[in-house]
């Protein structure tokens, strides 16, 4: 699942390839019209979210400010929602544990 994750939210370089030294720090090349968020503990990213809040979005689609959207959206009603519990919080463990890298890409 998250190497599937850089795809949108991870930029690309040069080349058109992920950019591994800004792994997960948000993108605007994801899909078309769409911002790849930062994943990453910076403050252009999920610093002020929980674990708790990260597994929350992953089951339920919901946010600290509102719900996810667009492609996220279908994300969560066809893969991470129907992950398990565990699954979830394994994934907001390794997004809390990525080093904090801010983030070029704003909605």
Not at 15 to 24: F, I, M, P, Q, V
Not at 50 to 68: C, F, K, M, P, R
Request: glycine fraction near 12%.
């Amino acid at each position: 699942a998250l190497s599937h994750c850089g795809e949108c939210h991870t930029p690309r370089d040069f080349s058109g390839g992920l950019d591994r030294s800004r792994w997960l720090a948000g993108s605007r090349d994801g899909p078309p019209g769409e911002v790849g968020s930062n994943l990453t503990p910076h403050p252009t990213g999920l610093a002020e979210w929980s674990e708790a809040d990260i597994a929350l979005a992953l089951e339920t689609g919901l946010t600290l400010e509102d719900n996810v959207g667009g492609s996220m959206g279908e994300v969560v009603r066809f893969s991470t929602s129907r992950m398990s519990a565990e699954d979830r919080r394994a994934i907001a463990r390794y997004l809390k544990g990525l080093p904090p890298l801010p983030s070029a890409a704003r909605k």
